[in-house]
């Protein structure tokens, strides 16, 4: 894992406001970028310890994967910190979608806000974030891992 320079945080964070529509102050933490593209942020007393003496395959919480031309697809973490100001690539469903959308099913959002398809969008159902989908023509297409998915 590589810990992020002051400048390369602040690209990931204009990176977010591109895609998002809102700026999120991830200065604050330790912003880590490990295998695969992800972004893991933890916090910056970690800096403290002797990471030698423990056997460490990751640190702090995964926030999401940097794909192609700048995209950000946001764990559920990432979408619930960046969701709640967020003004663009926003879904919102209602209750019958969002347990679909829970369980692991494609679905088509009810209202979409300043949306630009084949993008990651972070989908809402009310005050709730649910999480990061990309969006097509169709609708969501849902990526939920298996693991976080809630049983039918």
């Not at 969002?98 to 959002?109: I, L, R, Y």
Request: glycine letters at 8%; aromatic letters at 6%.
């Amino acid at each position: 894992m590589k810990v992020l320079e002051k400048e390369e945080v602040e690209n990931l964070e204009r990176m977010i406001e591109k895609n998002y529509g809102t700026r999120v102050g991830l200065n604050q933490f330790l912003v880590l970028f490990g295998s695969e593209e992800k972004i893991w942020l933890a916090s910056k007393e970690i800096m403290n310890l002797d990471m030698r003496k423990f056997p460490v395959n990751s640190i702090g919480m995964n926030f999401g994967k940097i794909k192609r031309n700048d995209k950000v697809n946001l764990t559920i973490e990432g979408s619930q910190m960046v969701g709640k100001l967020a003004t663009k690539n926003t879904v919102a469903l209602d209750e019958q979608e969002a347990q679909k959308f829970m369980q692991g099913s494609d679905v088509k959002p009810q209202q979409e806000i300043n949306c630009e398809y084949h993008n990651f969008v972070i989908v809402k159902s009310g005050e709730d974030v649910l999480g990061s989908s990309p969006l097509t023509e169709e609708g969501l297409q849902n990526l939920l891992p298996k693991s976080r998915r809630v049983p039918i």
